[in-house]
């Protein structure tokens, strides 16, 4: 490094220092605090205005302080005053009213960031300072836009406290202000009425009360400003206020047109204002100023383009019966060469017309085509023929009433009653018509019988008809009728008519169903007259003082539409086309509209055909029908509904059958109907009761059915006796004996063999609600023996015991079933007849096979068993016991041993019977070779009936016996068959 810099760098230091301090004692010379600020204020629109000076700075900041409370009102940065002789000026618009409290207003300059100092506060006293110690409320009589925001302040007196603060009848929140002012804010506000609004202050007690009338409106707006002149000197200009202000009284809008004010009107704010000027300028401007704003309007013309005239004075009239002439004047005398077009509106019992007029200088009108005795109001306005700019005002108005004249000819015309009576009929005459009040109507008719004038009579101006009478009918054919309108003008010209007296309805004419439309009834003919046509319309049910129309149809008409306001739905027409001599030439008849029948078929009947049910009505009357009857509905009305039986098309279907009915109530509704719909229905009701012929034929066709059945059963049954005789009483076969029974018989030894086995298997129990068999008490056996394991008691019986056996009652009861088992092998060939013992009537027990006794199974094991048992099953039999063999008298069986009992024998067919031997052999051939027996194998006197045991053949199946009443219809039949037999 040299030496040299050292010193340099010393020097650089020591000029940069130099320099800044030079610079920062420029700028505090440039930023010094503001000097002379003063504050002043304008009341009436809340500014106040700032100006200082000793500041060359380019931008200031400035606060605006309310000093009692410190408390910053605006504070701005930056701001950019306007310099004006060497002072700089700042304005500011205060939110409240600037009486409302004092403010203090402090300015200092700024560049960048770097800022001045504050200058001295320049305060801007209000009139809460201690000066003006009363109760005040700002602003007073103020006036604001309408949408704007509105602030107020009430300054209260010393020693006072806020109470409350109310626009209108809304409560505002206050905002405090200073120590006695409070201030208070409204936004957007509404327009006010006429009256203003009132914000009313009050102090807390009550005590002191301060406040003002608040105005809020709009700035004037207008629209269509258009300057004419009425007297082509002068110019009037008129416009319309496109808005209401709501501004009146000393705050109201003024005008000036070309800087001249222009008077105030009273006009509302949707009529037209105007402003006249006393020469014509050919352009204008109209300004509108009121204290919320001002607007202006321009307009320009030729005087030429703008001419409206002033309405016509004194009008007059010169009046005819037809005609009347107008005539008015001008206001001005300018008129007189000015080319003018009038109207001229004309009215006359609520209707008016305009009949335009044109002319130079135009004064008079004449009326053309005016009606007699009427009255009419005119009034006449004008406007420039050249250049029309627009039409006068009206003209008040004129009244007149044309003069009489002679009335019109009456439109004349015939009605003829079913009786042939005659009747002459006019329609009425208008008011136009009649030319003035009529008085009376002159009738005069004629027949060709009558010298010639007729007879004439007068009626009243109401009358409408009048009867004819004249003098001799013998050989006259019609009736020549005229009638005349008389007012007190004159009389009209006559009208005539000539009038059948037969009546037209006598000549017969093509008749056809009339078209209905909505406007009434379409007409076509292709008949032509040579002088015209009358339609003639009336009520087709109508037969005396019948109300009659008619319409006069011009020559060559060859359709017409017949429409009448006396038309009414549901009431049948007659129209009649006659010519204008009176012919009739055609007919027709129809409904403008149908409807459904108010009335009900009469007549209604039902009477009863065997099982039918037949019904008849009578025809429907003409009055109730109201359409076209199209034919009748039948109903029957029963529980649960109404059900349609029929639909009788055509008008007359008037009778109906229903057909296959059964004994009850039946009711029948009968409803007629039209292309509307139906009618209420008439109802009839009847009760079907079968005829007494009827029952007696049924009575004898069962009869007959049952004899006719008896006789082919009996038929059949004689050409099948043998079958029925060999199927339900086959012959009983002769018992074979194998000894010889010719031989006297003496004294049956009924004493047991000795081989004869009983086993008792279990005590039977009595139950005295069964018949069972009563024991018969027996001998004590001499000996008792045992062989293999069975104990077997021998009984000997005696034959006083048979005999005691013999006289038991029939009604014997017995317990459970008893088996009767055969002898033993050792008893040879023992027959017994168990002939003392027998059943009740109700069930009686056959006897023993011959050879072959009878075996009764027990139903639950009570009796006693046969002699001799089967072993058990799986139990071996003991050496020396005889088997069982169809032989022998021992058989086995899975039930329980022994042979079957007389319910076990086994039915064959009657062919078989005849074929088997019989055989009073061993019980095994009797078993194998037996013929079925319809009695009782052992005894020919037994009357039992043994049915079949379907169970023989099956072992493994439970034996049922024989019901009682089985067994009492086996003995029935058996008896039948014995009898038919002997």
Same mark, same amino acid.
């Given at each position: 490094?040299?030496?040299?810099?050292?010193?340099?760098?010393?020097? =650089?230091?020591?000029?940069?220092?130099?320099?800044?301090?030079?610079?920062?004692?420029?700028?505090?010379?440039?930023?010094?605090?503001?000097?002379? #600020?003063? #504050?002043?204020?304008?009341?009436?629109?809340?500014?106040?205005?700032?100006?200082?000076?000793?500041?060359?700075?380019?931008?200031?900041?400035?606060?605006?302080?309310?000093?009692?409370?410190?408390?910053?009102?605006?504070? #701005?940065?930056?701001?950019?005053?306007?310099?004006?002789?060497?002072?700089?000026?700042?304005?500011?618009?205060?939110?409240?009213?600037?009486?409302?409290?004092?403010?203090?207003?402090?300015?200092?300059?700024?560049?960048?960031?770097?800022?001045?100092?504050?200058?001295?506060?320049?305060?801007?006293?209000?009139?809460?300072?201690?000066?003006?110690?009363?109760?005040?409320?700002?602003?007073?009589?103020?006036? /604001?836009?309408?949408?704007?925001?509105?602030?107020?302040?009430?300054?209260?007196?010393?020693?006072?406290?806020?109470?409350?603060?109310?626009?209108?009848?809304?409560?505002?929140?206050?905002?405090?202000?200073?120590?006695?002012?409070?201030?208070?804010?409204?936004?957007?506000?509404?327009? &006010?009425?006429?009256?203003?609004?009132?914000?009313?202050? +009050?102090?807390?007690?009550?005590?002191?009360?301060?406040?003002?009338?608040?105005?809020?409106?709009?700035?004037?707006?207008?629209?269509?400003?258009?300057?004419?002149?009425?007297?082509?000197?002068?110019?009037?200009?008129?416009?319309?206020?496109?808005?209401?202000?709501?501004?009146?009284? $000393?705050?109201?809008?003024?005008?000036?047109?070309?800087?001249?004010?222009?008077?105030?009107?009273?006009?509302?704010?949707?009529? /037209?204002?105007?402003?006249?000027?006393?020469?014509?300028?050919?352009?204008?401007?109209?300004?509108?100023?009121?204290?919320?704003?001002?607007?202006?309007?321009?307009?320009?013309? +030729? /005087?030429?383009?703008?001419?409206?005239?002033?309405?016509?004075?004194?009008?007059?009239?010169?009046? &005819?019966?037809?005609?009347?002439?107008?005539?008015?004047?001008?206001?001005?005398?300018?008129?007189?060469?000015?080319?003018?077009?009038?109207?001229?509106?004309?009215?006359?019992?609520?209707?008016?017309?305009?009949?335009?007029?044109?002319?130079?200088?135009?004064?008079?009108?004449?009326?053309?085509?005016?009606?007699?005795?009427?009255?009419?109001?005119?009034?006449?306005?004008?406007?420039?023929?050249?250049?029309?700019?627009?039409?006068?005002?009206?003209?008040?108005?004129?009244?007149?009433?044309?003069? /009489?004249?002679?009335?019109?000819?009456?439109?004349?015309?015939?009605?003829?009653?079913? @009786?042939?009576?005659?009747?002459?009929?006019?329609?009425?005459?208008?008011?136009?018509?009649?030319?003035?009040?009529?008085?009376?109507?002159?009738?005069?008719?004629?027949?060709?019988?009558?010298?010639?004038?007729?007879?004439?009579?007068?009626?009243?101006?109401?009358?409408?008809?009048?009867?004819?009478?004249? =003098?001799?009918?013998?050989? &006259?054919?019609?009736?020549?009728?005229?009638?005349? !309108?008389?007012?007190?003008?004159?009389?009209?010209?006559?009208?005539?008519?000539?009038?059948?007296?037969?009546?037209?309805?006598?000549?017969?004419?093509?008749?056809?169903?009339?078209?209905?439309?909505?406007?009434?009834?379409?007409?076509?003919?292709?008949?032509?007259?040579?002088?015209? %046509?009358?339609?003639?319309?009336?009520?087709?049910?109508?037969?005396?003082?019948?109300?009659?129309?008619?319409?006069?149809?011009?020559?060559?008409?060859?359709?017409?539409?017949?429409?009448?306001?006396?038309?009414?739905?549901?009431?049948?027409?007659?129209?009649?086309?006659?010519?204008?001599?009176?012919?009739?030439?055609?007919?027709?008849?129809?409904?403008?509209?149908?409807?459904?029948?108010?009335?009900?078929?009469?007549?209604?009947?039902?009477?009863?055909?065997?099982?039918?049910?037949?019904?008849?009505?009578?025809?429907?009357?003409?009055?109730?029908?109201?359409? %076209?009857?199209?034919?009748?509905?039948?109903?029957?009305?029963?529980?649960?509904?109404?059900?349609?039986?029929?639909?009788?098309?055509?008008?007359?279907?008037? $009778?109906?059958?229903? $057909?296959?009915?059964?004994?009850?109530?039946?009711?029948?509704?009968?409803?007629?109907?039209?292309?509307?719909?139906?009618?209420?229905? !008439?109802?009839?009701?009847?009760?079907?009761?079968?005829?007494?012929?009827?029952?007696?034929?049924?009575?004898?066709?069962?009869?007959?059915?049952?004899?006719?059945?008896?006789?082919?059963?009996?038929?059949?049954?004689?050409?099948?006796? $043998?079958?029925?005789?060999?199927?339900?009483?086959?012959?009983?076969?002769?018992?074979?004996?194998?000894?010889?029974?010719?031989?006297?018989?003496?004294?049956?030894?009924?004493?047991?063999?000795?081989?004869?086995?009983?086993?008792?298997?279990?005590?039977?129990? #009595?139950?005295?609600?069964?018949?069972?068999?009563?024991?018969?008490?027996?001998?004590?056996? @001499?000996? !008792?023996?045992?062989?293999?394991?069975?104990?077997?008691?021998?009984?000997?019986?005696?034959?006083?015991?048979? !005999?005691?056996?013999?006289?038991?009652?029939?009604?014997?009861?017995?317990?459970?079933?008893?088996?009767?088992? @055969?002898?033993?092998?050792?008893?040879?060939?023992?027959?017994?007849?168990?002939?003392?013992?027998?059943?009740?009537?109700?069930?009686?027990?056959?006897?023993?096979?011959?050879?072959?006794?009878?075996?009764?199974?027990?139903?639950?094991?009570?009796?006693?068993?046969? +002699?001799?048992?089967?072993?058990?099953?799986?139990?071996?039999?003991?050496?020396?016991?005889?088997?069982?063999?169809?032989?022998?008298?021992?058989?086995?069986?899975?039930?329980?041993?022994?042979?079957?009992?007389?319910?076990?024998?086994?039915?064959?067919?009657?062919?078989?019977?005849?074929?088997?031997?019989?055989?009073?052999?061993?019980?095994?051939?009797?078993?194998?070779?037996?013929?079925?027996?319809?009695?009782?194998?052992?005894?020919?006197?037994?009357? +039992?009936?043994?049915?079949?045991?379907?169970?023989?053949?099956?072992?493994?199946?439970?034996?049922?016996?024989?019901?009682?009443?089985?067994?009492?219809?086996?003995?029935?039949?058996?008896?039948?068959?014995?009898?038919?037999?002997?």
């Amino acid at each position: 490094m040299p030496a040299w810099w050292p010193q340099r760098r010393r020097w =650089a230091v020591w000029l940069s220092c130099c320099f800044f301090s030079v610079l920062h004692a420029h700028v505090q010379n440039e930023l010094r605090a503001p000097q002379q #600020v003063t #504050v002043t204020g304008n009341r009436q629109t809340q500014q106040i205005s700032v100006s200082w000076r000793g500041s060359h700075a380019s931008a200031f900041d400035v606060i605006i302080l309310r000093p009692e409370l410190n408390q910053t009102a605006f504070y #701005v940065t930056g701001l950019s005053a306007n310099e004006s002789g060497g002072r700089q000026e700042w304005e500011w618009t205060s939110p409240e009213p600037l009486e409302c409290t004092s403010l203090s207003v402090q300015i200092r300059s700024r560049e960048g960031a770097a800022t001045g100092a504050w200058s001295a506060p320049a305060v801007l006293p209000g009139n809460d300072v201690p000066a003006k110690g009363g109760f005040q409320f700002y602003p007073q009589d103020g006036v /604001m836009a309408a949408g704007s925001n509105g602030t107020f302040c009430c300054v209260l007196a010393q020693g006072l406290r806020l109470g409350s603060i109310r626009y209108g009848s809304t409560l505002l929140e206050a905002t405090r202000l200073s120590r006695r002012s409070y201030g208070v804010t409204v936004t957007r506000q509404p327009p &006010s009425t006429t009256y203003g609004i009132n914000v009313v202050c +009050q102090d807390l007690h009550k005590s002191q009360v301060a406040g003002t009338v608040l105005f809020v409106g709009y700035a004037p707006l207008l629209t269509d400003l258009q300057c004419h002149t009425e007297d082509l000197v002068s110019a009037t200009c008129r416009w319309k206020r496109a808005r209401n202000t709501h501004l009146r009284g $000393k705050r109201r809008t003024r005008f000036t047109l070309n800087h001249r004010e222009c008077p105030e009107t009273q006009f509302t704010d949707t009529e /037209m204002e105007s402003c006249a000027s006393q020469v014509w300028e050919g352009n204008w401007t109209l300004e509108a100023v009121n204290p919320l704003g001002r607007f202006v309007l321009r307009d320009g013309a +030729q /005087m030429e383009h703008r001419v409206r005239p002033t309405p016509p004075l004194e009008l007059s009239a010169e009046v &005819s019966a037809w005609n009347a002439t107008l005539r008015w004047s001008w206001e001005h005398a300018a008129y007189r060469s000015l080319s003018l077009v009038c109207q001229v509106q004309l009215g006359s019992g609520g209707n008016g017309t305009k009949r335009p007029f044109a002319g130079v200088g135009l004064r008079s009108a004449r009326l053309l085509q005016l009606h007699p005795d009427r009255d009419y109001r005119v009034r006449v306005r004008c406007g420039a023929r050249r250049n029309f700019f627009e039409w006068g005002n009206w003209s008040r108005s004129l009244s007149f009433k044309t003069h /009489m004249d002679v009335p019109e000819a009456p439109d004349v015309w015939m009605r003829t009653d079913h @009786d042939n009576s005659a009747h002459v009929v006019w329609k009425p005459l208008t008011a136009r018509q009649s030319h003035g009040r009529l008085t009376s109507y002159q009738v005069t008719w004629r027949s060709p019988g009558e010298m010639a004038g007729g007879r004439t009579e007068s009626v009243g101006p109401r009358t409408r008809t009048l009867p004819l009478h004249p =003098a001799r009918t013998d050989g &006259s054919t019609r009736i020549t009728a005229t009638v005349v !309108a008389k007012n007190a003008a004159g009389a009209s010209p006559p009208a005539t008519v000539v009038i059948p007296l037969g009546g037209p309805d006598q000549t017969v004419v093509a008749e056809s169903r009339a078209d209905a439309t909505e406007r009434g009834f379409a007409l076509v003919w292709p008949e032509r007259a040579d002088c015209g %046509y009358v339609l003639e319309w009336r009520d087709a049910l109508c037969w005396r003082d019948c109300s009659v129309e008619w319409l006069r149809l011009a020559t060559g008409s060859t359709e017409a539409t017949v429409a009448s306001g006396h038309f009414q739905p549901g009431v049948k027409y007659n129209i009649s086309l006659f010519s204008c001599s009176s012919k009739p030439l055609r007919r027709w008849h129809g409904y403008v509209r149908e409807l459904a029948p108010s009335g009900t078929v009469p007549h209604l009947s039902v009477s009863q055909q065997d099982s039918d049910a037949a019904l008849t009505w009578g025809v429907m009357p003409e009055v109730g029908r109201r359409g %076209y009857l199209l034919g009748y509905n039948v109903y029957l009305d029963n529980d649960p509904g109404v059900a349609l039986l029929a639909n009788l098309s055509g008008e007359g279907s008037r $009778k109906y059958t229903v $057909k296959g009915l059964s004994k009850g109530t039946y009711k029948f509704t009968v409803k007629a109907y039209t292309l509307a719909g139906e009618d209420v229905g !008439a109802t009839a009701s009847i009760t079907l009761r079968l005829l007494a012929d009827w029952l007696i034929l049924e009575i004898l066709t069962s009869l007959g059915a049952t004899a006719l059945f008896l006789a082919m059963v009996t038929f059949l049954c004689y050409r099948k006796r $043998k079958w029925v005789k060999g199927a339900f009483y086959p012959d009983i076969p002769q018992p074979k004996l194998n000894d010889d029974w010719s031989r006297t018989q003496g004294p049956l030894d009924v004493r047991a063999s000795p081989n004869h086995l009983v086993r008792v298997v279990e005590k039977p129990q #009595v139950d005295s609600f069964k018949e069972v068999l009563v024991v018969i008490p027996e001998e004590d056996e @001499d000996e !008792a023996r045992q062989d293999d394991g069975v104990t077997t008691t021998t009984t000997t019986t005696t034959a006083a015991t048979t !005999a005691a056996h013999r006289q038991r009652p029939s009604s014997l009861r017995r317990h459970g079933t008893i088996d009767s088992s @055969d002898s033993s092998a050792d008893s040879g060939q023992m027959d017994v007849f168990y002939t003392g013992i027998q059943t009740s009537a109700s069930s009686r027990l056959s006897p023993a096979d011959v050879g072959r006794p009878a075996s009764l199974a027990p139903a639950h094991g009570g009796g006693y068993r046969p +002699q001799r048992q089967a072993a058990p099953p799986g139990e071996d039999r003991r050496d020396g016991e005889p088997e069982a063999s169809p032989g022998g008298g021992r058989e086995a069986s899975p039930g329980g041993g022994g042979y079957k009992a007389q319910t076990a024998w086994r039915s064959d067919s009657p062919g078989e019977a005849e074929e088997r031997p019989t055989s009073l052999g061993s019980p095994g051939e009797e078993e194998r070779a037996a013929p079925p027996s319809l009695g009782s194998p052992a005894s020919v006197a037994s009357t +039992q009936f043994l049915l079949p045991d379907g169970e023989a053949e099956q072992p493994g199946r439970e034996k049922r016996p024989m019901s009682v009443s089985a067994a009492a219809a086996a003995g029935w039949f058996t008896n039948l068959l014995s009898s038919a037999k002997a």
